[in-house]
């Protein structure tokens, strides 16, 4: 696959939308700031919007180069679209749904170019209460997938103090770590082509994972840096497909597992989802009965869990 390098450039901030009109005119005034003194072009990959985003960026963008795709084919196929059309020595994979601070773009260039053979680097992500997120992780199986759930989700779910301090505490120092979450991923440009870009069987989901285990195959570093920040409301273009995301996510578990790990690995993953969607079927049965819910509330529920587990079966 080609990749342009005429009149290379230090940077490319490269972000995909799908209907993300919500968050775009926020994120690209925030580059704007960021970016006043660093050599760069933005480039957004418009997967198929229907809520006028990509009108936003032309009308009220001009400098940015936006390339309007047809059909939505997933986050990997975007990045993908304009990995081979960008100048930059280095590549942000940047959400729509984000805020970068002032200094992010300046620090993050020092960050990379002070440790060689980084090959993808992150920083600390903060919702938009300024809560910390889990912006980093390790090796994915199912062993750290049960600390995940046993852990870190009591923070990202019920804000448990406990657990917020553990993530604190863990996201306070430089590190080399497995993954780092795609919501903002300073890229070096050969790393990236070395990888041969972004596996496109992943639509939504784990394809940032996907990336930083070939790239770390291929001999090449994955940091963190806690030096600065970005804000990342999360969900910018699934709140509004809540089911179809949940099944997405549920394809890219399958898929990464597959490619991965397989066997052993594979099968407790799908006996462990097995169990907490029969279970599940069984808490929202008693939400319904008891009123907590509505019929069409548990019509909903009920059918994203049994689309789930026809997943599970479809996945021997």
Known sequence: MPNSQSNPLELTILTVTHDSRNYIRGCLESIQRAGEDIDHEVIVVDNASEDGTPDIVEKEFSQVRLIRSLHN??????????????????????????????????????????????GLLGCRLIHGDRTLQQSFGYEI??????????????????RFAPMGWILQWMHTRRREVDWVKGACMLVNRQALFDAELMDESFFMY????????????????????????????????????HHRCALEYRKSQFYYFKKYLGGLNFSLL?????????????????KRWVGRSTPQQFSEERQRLQDVISLLRDNP
């Open 73 to 118: 084919q997933g986050m990997g196929h975007g990045i993908n679209q304009g990995a081979v059309q960008s100048r930059g020595r280095y590549l942000l994979i940047l959400n729509p749904d984000t805020l970068l601070m002032p200094d992010t773009l300046t620090i993050l260039l020092n960050e990379i170019q002070q440790f060689p053979g980084t």
């Open 141 to 158: 199986n199912c062993f750290n997938l049960m600390i995940q759930k046993l852990f870190f989700n009591l923070w990202e779910q019920n």
């Open 206 to 241: 784990l394809e940032d994972a996907d990336l930083c285990h070939r790239i770390r195959q291929l001999g090449w570093k994955i940091r963190y840096t806690p030096k600065t920040e970005v804000v990342h409301f999360g969900g910018g273009s699934s709140r509004d497909n």
């Open 270 to 286: 799908k006996a462990y989802l097995e169990i907490k969607m029969r279970k599940n079927l069984i808490g929202a049965a008693l």
